[in-house]
T-cell receptor
Framework: SQQGEEDPQALSIQEGENATMNCSYK?????LQWYRQNSGRGLVHLIL?????REKHSGRLRVTLDTSKKSSSLLITASRAADTASYFC????????????FGTGTQLKVEL | GAGVSQSPSNKVTEKGKDVELRCDPI?????LYWYRQSLGQGLEFLIY????????KSGLPSDRFSAERTGGSVSTLTIQRTQQEDSAVYLC?????????????FGPGTRLTVT
């Protein structure tokens, strides 16, 4: 399978702490995207990072990409209870024909 | 502006019946995708439409599944002779173009339960 795999599967932290989620994939990619899913808002795009980029920031989010290790990480700083959700990485792998391959996700719980 | 809408939001059907799921993408988005998400799982790609090109059907799990996109806008996913393993949330997404450049906007999904 060329599916991305997130690590850890579940993460529980206290509000104000940082949360780090990792994604590994198997083949070369054009880009990698992170999405968030919660019951209230469905699936929402967070960040897209291209294969020639190493790091991107968006507000409290920081994404890194290491193509040599075929891995990406999503860091959420100063977490809030509202960040509680499932986080998925999705890869557009080279030769994949313009479709995203999603991982199984990390379930993040931020407790007050 | 209006996002991606899907209908119905919930569908309960008996095994063996056919179902149709509808997706209205964001106006002007040329790309449209269907995914399936089983409980506690990631998203499974089903089919992709881009403009007037032939759709990428490589993710459809069986010939009971088909999809159309009329006029480059609304799409319908049809499942014939439904089976219990078809129970899942079916998600539609649209984007301005091919995914190499653009993010996907997802609809709220249709929860299908086959009894």
């Amino acid at each position: 399978s060329q599916q991305g795999e997130e690590d850890p599967q579940a993460l529980s932290i206290q509000e104000g702490e940082n949360a780090t989620m990792n994604c590994s994939y198997k083949t070369s990619i054009n880009n990698l995207q992170w999405y968030r899913q919660n019951s209230g808002r469905g699936l929402v795009h967070l960040i897209l990072i291209r294969s020639n980029e190493r790091e991107k920031h968006s507000g409290r989010l920081r994404v890194t990409l290491d193509t040599s290790k075929k891995s990406s990480s999503l860091l959420i700083t100063a977490s809030r209870a509202a960040d509680t959700a499932s986080y998925f990485c999705a890869t557009d792998f080279t030769g994949g024909g313009n479709k995203l391959t999603f991982g199984t996700g990390t379930q993040l719980k931020v407790e007050l | 502006g209006a996002g991606v809408s899907q209908s119905p939001s919930n569908k309960v059907t008996e095994k063996g019946k056919d179902v149709e799921l509808r997706c209205d993408p964001i106006s002007g988005h040329t790309a449209l995708y269907w995914y399936r998400q089983s409980l506690g799982q990631g998203l499974e790609f089903l089919i992709y439409f881009q403009g007037n090109s032939a759709p990428d059907k490589s993710g459809l799990p069986s010939d009971r599944f088909s999809a159309e996109r009329t006029g480059g806008s609304v799409s319908t996913l049809t499942i014939q002779r439904t089976q219990q393993e078809d129970s899942a949330v079916y998600l539609c997404a649209s984007s301005r173009g091919g995914i190499s450049s653009y993010e996907q906007y997802f609809g709220p999904g249709t929860r299908l339960t086959v009894t």
